[in-house]
Protein backbone atom coordinates (compact mmCIF):
# COMPACT_ATOMS: atom_id res chain seq x y z
CA UNK A 1 0.00 0.00 0.00
CA UNK A 2 1.15 3.62 -1.03
CA UNK A 3 0.53 6.50 0.87
CA UNK A 4 0.38 9.95 -0.65
CA UNK A 5 0.33 13.19 1.33
CA UNK A 6 -0.25 16.69 -0.37
CA UNK A 7 0.81 19.85 1.10
CA UNK A 8 1.25 23.56 0.32
CA UNK A 9 -2.28 24.80 -0.22
CA UNK A 10 -3.80 27.72 1.38
CA UNK A 11 -5.15 30.98 0.07
CA UNK A 12 -3.59 33.15 -2.46
CA UNK A 13 -4.36 36.28 -4.59
CA UNK A 14 -4.93 36.09 -8.09
CA UNK A 15 -2.03 36.20 -9.84
CA UNK A 16 0.02 34.94 -7.06
CA UNK A 17 1.79 31.31 -6.66
CA UNK A 18 1.88 28.35 -4.86
CA UNK A 19 3.97 25.15 -4.76
CA UNK A 20 2.28 22.09 -3.55
CA UNK A 21 4.01 18.95 -2.75
CA UNK A 22 3.26 15.14 -2.59
CA UNK A 23 4.86 12.58 -0.66
CA UNK A 24 5.01 9.40 -0.93
CA UNK A 25 5.62 6.83 1.33
CA UNK A 26 7.02 3.82 -0.66
CA UNK A 27 10.73 3.56 -1.88
CA UNK A 28 9.39 2.34 -5.17
CA UNK A 29 8.22 6.11 -5.81
CA UNK A 30 10.70 6.12 -8.94
CA UNK A 31 8.40 3.48 -10.47
CA UNK A 32 5.63 5.28 -10.69
CA UNK A 33 4.02 7.82 -13.31
CA UNK A 34 2.55 10.49 -10.64
CA UNK A 35 -0.34 12.96 -11.52
CA UNK A 36 -2.12 16.21 -10.36
CA UNK A 37 -6.08 16.33 -10.61
CA UNK A 38 -8.00 19.03 -9.16
CA UNK A 39 -12.21 19.10 -8.41
CA UNK A 40 -13.98 22.44 -7.78
CA UNK A 41 -17.11 22.44 -5.97
CA UNK A 42 -19.39 21.38 -8.30
CA UNK A 43 -17.72 19.92 -10.70
CA UNK A 44 -15.81 16.55 -11.50
CA UNK A 45 -12.58 15.61 -10.91
CA UNK A 46 -10.09 16.78 -13.48
CA UNK A 47 -6.86 16.03 -15.15
CA UNK A 48 -3.80 18.88 -14.55
CA UNK A 49 -0.53 17.31 -14.78
CA UNK A 50 1.43 13.90 -14.79
CA UNK A 51 5.00 13.48 -14.98
CA UNK A 52 6.51 9.61 -16.25
CA UNK A 53 9.45 7.78 -14.90
CA UNK A 54 11.44 9.26 -17.27
CA UNK A 55 10.56 12.54 -16.63
CA UNK A 56 8.25 13.51 -19.42
CA UNK A 57 5.54 15.84 -18.85
CA UNK A 58 1.95 16.86 -19.98
CA UNK A 59 -0.53 19.09 -19.19
CA UNK A 60 -3.96 20.49 -19.38
CA UNK A 61 -4.52 22.89 -21.58
CA UNK A 62 -6.17 25.01 -18.93
CA UNK A 63 -2.69 25.34 -16.97
CA UNK A 64 -0.02 24.97 -19.89
CA UNK A 65 2.57 27.93 -19.08
CA UNK A 66 0.95 28.70 -15.15
CA UNK A 67 1.53 24.97 -13.80
CA UNK A 68 5.17 23.26 -14.08
CA UNK A 69 5.01 19.51 -12.49
CA UNK A 70 8.95 17.82 -11.07
CA UNK A 71 9.69 15.35 -9.18
CA UNK A 72 12.53 14.41 -6.62
CA UNK A 73 12.56 10.45 -6.51
CA UNK A 74 15.25 10.98 -3.94
CA UNK A 75 12.38 12.58 -2.05
CA UNK A 76 9.28 10.30 -3.11
CA UNK A 77 8.09 13.56 -4.06
CA UNK A 78 6.34 15.21 -6.58
CA UNK A 79 5.66 18.71 -6.74
CA UNK A 80 3.39 21.44 -8.86
CA UNK A 81 4.69 24.90 -8.90
CA UNK A 82 1.34 26.95 -9.87
CA UNK A 83 1.85 30.31 -11.19
CA UNK A 84 -0.16 33.26 -12.45
CA UNK A 85 -2.98 31.28 -10.04
CA UNK A 86 -6.99 32.30 -10.97
CA UNK A 87 -9.96 32.36 -9.05
CA UNK A 88 -10.98 29.27 -11.62
CA UNK A 89 -8.21 27.74 -10.20
CA UNK A 90 -9.57 27.26 -6.72
CA UNK A 91 -10.44 23.26 -6.04
CA UNK A 92 -9.02 20.34 -4.20
CA UNK A 93 -5.64 19.45 -5.58
CA UNK A 94 -5.01 15.41 -5.82
CA UNK A 95 -2.07 13.64 -6.37
CA UNK A 96 -2.47 10.23 -8.34
CA UNK A 97 0.83 7.23 -8.78
CA UNK A 98 0.08 4.81 -10.94
CA UNK A 99 2.00 1.48 -11.89
CA UNK A 100 0.73 -0.90 -13.77
CA UNK A 101 -2.56 -2.22 -11.94
CA UNK A 102 -1.62 -0.24 -8.42
CA UNK A 103 -3.36 3.38 -8.71
CA UNK A 104 -3.35 5.47 -5.74
CA UNK A 105 -4.73 8.80 -4.45
CA UNK A 106 -3.99 11.40 -1.61
CA UNK A 107 -6.95 13.16 0.47
CA UNK A 108 -6.44 16.34 -1.55
CA UNK A 109 -4.85 19.92 -0.27
CA UNK A 110 -7.30 22.77 -1.21
CA UNK A 111 -5.85 26.21 -3.15
CA UNK A 112 -8.51 29.08 -3.10
CA UNK A 113 -7.82 31.78 -5.21
CA UNK A 114 -9.16 35.15 -4.21
CA UNK A 115 -8.94 38.65 -3.22
Known amino acids: QVQLVESGGGLVQPGGSLRLSCGASANIFSRFAMSWYRQAPGKEREFISA???????NYADSVKGRFTISRDNAKNTVYLQMNSLKPDDTAVYYCNAKFGLMDYWGRGTLVTVSS
Open 51 to 57: ITRAGST
